[in-house]
């Protein structure tokens, strides 16, 4: 799915950032993608993306 329609990013490409890329806040998404540097609409919704990203990578860490 489009998150940033102005540059035409997908979650799947900020997934793949925050697993690949250490992106972990808005500000690193927006200096690697660009997104949120236009319009800004898309905000809320790839920051929701990235923490999701996070929680869900760290359920499936080896802890032991």
Excluded: P, W, Y
Aim: proline residues 0%; charged residues 20%; glycine residues 10%.
């Amino acid at each position: 799915m489009f998150v940033c329609m102005c540059h035409g990013i997908t979650d799947k490409q900020i997934e793949n950032a925050v697993r690949s890329n250490s992106v972990g806040n808005i500000r690193d998404l927006k200096n690697q993608l660009g997104v949120g540097s236009q319009c800004g609409t898309c905000i809320d919704m790839a920051v929701s993306i990235i923490d999701q990203t996070i929680i869900d990578e760290s359920l499936f860490k080896d802890v032991g």
